[in-house]
Structure formats: C-alpha cells, structure tokens
C-alpha cells in the first residue's frame, strides 16, 4: 500500500492494530491500536519519525520496502517504549548508514532494552535542530507525557508536530486524518485517562506550549493525526483542568446485592439532587470506562462486601488502580456490607491516601440494608451533596 502523503513530503507509515485487545496487559482496546511512523524526505536526507511495535517490525519493513524509500539517513526516537521504538534494531539492519536520534534518557533506554549500540546513537539536546536541507527537525524534550525520555518533534517549515504518545488515542483508520467523531473523542480521553492523567500537570503544560505554537498539525504516535489542532487540544484543555464536574463515581462489587442495594441508593439520591453518578460494576465493566469517568469525578464512593476479613480484593485493586490514575477528585467514602466480621475499610483507605481525598465517614453493615441502614446512606447523600456545593458545582 503507497504511504499517505500528510503535507509536503512527509508521509505516514504506520500500521494498524485492529486485532488488539488489551494494551500493557491492563487497558482494554475498544478499537484496536496504530503504531504511527512518519517518513521525512528532506532535500539532502530522509527521517523516519519513530518506528514500530515489534511484532509489526516485518510488516512495517516490507511497507518501507514496497514504497522504494531509498536510504534513511536518521531515525529520530522520540521515545524508548517498544511500542515506537521496538523495530530499530531491524531498521538498522535493513539501512545500515542511519544513526538513531534521541535524547540522552531514550537513548539509555535503548541500549538497555534493545541493545542498540551507542556508536549508532547521537544524542541530542533539548531545543537543538537538524537539518534534512529544506527541512528543519527540532527537537523539543517533554519529560513526564507519559515517560521521562518522552520529547517531540517539530517539523519547522511544515509547522507540524509530533507529539509521540501525547494527544494519541487507540484507534484504527484508514485515512489518516482524523475525523471528528464521538467514537474518536472517547477514544482519546479512555487513552488520557489512563495513560496521561498520572501526568495530569504535565500535560496541562505541554497543551498550553503546543496551543502557543499555533501548529498547523498534530502527528501523535497513536491514533489519527489532527488537521484541527484545536479539536485535540481543547479536549486536553477540559480533561487536565483543576476543577472536577458535578459527577459521583460508584465502583462497587457485591457479593450478596447488600452492597449493591446501598449504592443503588446512595446513586438514586445524588441523581434526584441533581447530580451525576456513573455505577461501576467491578467484576463485570471495563475498567476504561472507569478511568474515563475519573477524569470528571469529583467524588468517589466504594462499595465493597467483605471477603474473610478484609475488603473484596477486586475493590482493592480499583482503589489502587485510582491513586495510581491520580485523579482531581476531592472527596471519598466506602459503603459495604459483612457477615461475620472484619475490617472493611482501612486497606481500601490506605490505599486512596496517596490522592488526599476529603474522606466522608464510610458506612458499614450487617448482611442486607435494613430502613435505618438506607437512612444512613441518605445521611451520606446529604454530606456529599454540600461538599459539591462547597467547591460549586451545586
Ligand atoms: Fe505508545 Fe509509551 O508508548
């Protein structure tokens, strides 16, 4: 297949993942991934703009084959992770008068994870530029979004970047231009949520410099590439701002239904006062749409049963799953219900710790709600609903 030209002599030669389920054997892929690889043929020398997931890498060097792109003078590495970088050792193989670009952390990286020699690596610095003739690689280092060796690179005279990872989404194409769907869109907050939103400040940084450059395009390193900057960026802008939205999230899991009656509830109050929850079935949905939801939350309230004497541990695993999201939410309780005894609590507690949530006195039960049980959770509606009037968004 002829790559797609982009503009004026770069062109995309990626490839799709559509069979691809689960990425870091934790996120459930709704549609599948891209590996995004971008050619730059230059007057004098040719750049490839990151590379290819290994298990791609025949593929990808058939495509380059296919397409007679004759030498590669530069592979520029914007990352180490393998997903763009696991085919350099084959490129360097199939042309081997290319030297691999980077910054000095991905080039550690590399080394270490595929062994490509140092004296095949220049190391380049933050800021520096090289030249392809009539067009200027810079290279501009953006540690946090999502690695500490992540950096972009802006293509000068075409005005575009390349943002690696950041303002990416998991999603499949056949053209290579975004187009601005609801499918879209939800793909790349599901990808912000829970790659970027650990580095919700970072990103917020590199938004605010990539809008400041006014470029004409974004080429991230997954998903569509962005004709409309602002699409992406406004979205990025929403999702990393400090102020949660009048949303309560409700993961819970249920042995018996007690715990499920009161979240049930708990749900039914805050929606008559008017605000949003989202019910989160831990045994059966996919965790995305719970990252996705953490995004906006301002609240999160666990439901767990109590499994032996401590809390369900597939709760636990949410709990840990949410401080290491590291979420803007602001205010936190536990609801759930025993059997025999134990404590409910202060795992999922310890565990939530690390966000400094306002904690709401948890709610603790004996087998199936009883009326008094339900006042309790009315009691915590109430609470949950003046804190969401304290920071306004009642
Ligand atoms: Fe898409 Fe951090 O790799």
New binding site residues.
């Given amino acids: 297949m002829k790559f797609q030209e982009i503009k004026n002599n770069i062109y995309y030669c990626g490839l799709n993942d559509c069979d691809r389920r689960i990425f870091d054997e934790l996120i459930p892929l709704e549609h599948g991934t891209s590996y995004n690889s971008y050619l730059v043929k230059g007057s004098e020398k040719t750049a490839l703009i990151d590379t290819m997931y290994p298990p791609k890498t025949t593929e990808y060097l058939k495509r380059l084959s296919e397409n007679q792109i004759g030498k590669i003078d530069y592979i520029i590495a914007n990352?180490g992770?393998q997903?763009?970088s696991g085919s350099i050792p084959a490129l360097l193989e199939k042309y081997p008068n290319a030297i691999v670009i980077t910054n000095p952390k991905c080039a550690e990286n590399i080394r270490n994870m595929l062994h490509v020699p140092s004296e095949k690596i220049r190391e380049i610095s933050d800021g520096e530029e090289i030249s392809l003739g009539d067009k200027t690689l810079k290279f501009i280092f953006a540690p946090g979004v999502?690695?500490p060796d992540t950096m972009f690179t802006y293509i000068k005279e075409d005005n575009v970047i390349c943002t690696c990872?950041f303002l990416g989404a998991h999603y499949t194409f056949n053209d290579v231009f975004a187009v601005e769907s609801e499918a879209l869109y939800k793909s790349a907050k599901r990808y912000y949520a829970e790659i970027m939103m650990p580095f919700r400040m970072m990103c917020k940084r590199y938004t605010q410099m990539i809008k400041d450059m006014n470029v004409d395009m974004i080429l991230p390193?997954?998903g569509p590439v962005h004709k409309n900057p602002s699409y992406i960026l406004d979205a990025y802008t929403d999702w990393t701002s400090d102020n949660p939205k009048n949303l309560v999230v409700l993961p819970y899991v249920s042995m018996y239904n007690s715990t499920k009656e009161m979240i049930d509830k708990l749900s039914s109050d805050l929606e008559k006062a008017g605000i949003d929850t989202f019910k989160f079935d831990i045994v059966d949905d996919d965790l995305g749409d719970l990252a996705m939801a953490l995004v906006d939350a301002a609240t999160i309230i666990m439901g767990t049963s109590m499994v032996l004497a401590g809390p369900h541990p597939m709760a636990v695993n949410v709990a840990y799953l949410a401080a290491v999201l590291r979420p803007k939410a602001k205010f936190a309780s536990i609801i759930g219900s025993y059997g025999w005894g134990g404590k409910l609590f202060d795992v999922i507690i310890n565990m939530l710790a690390p966000l400094k949530l306002d904690l709401i006195e948890p709610i603790q039960i004996k087998g199936k709600p009883t009326e008094d049980d339900f006042k309790k959770v009315d009691e915590m509606a109430k609470i949950i609903i003046e804190k969401h009037k304290s920071i306004g968004l009642l």
Avoid: F, G, I, T
């Fill in positions: 990352h992770e997903d763009h999502h690695w990872d390193s997954h």
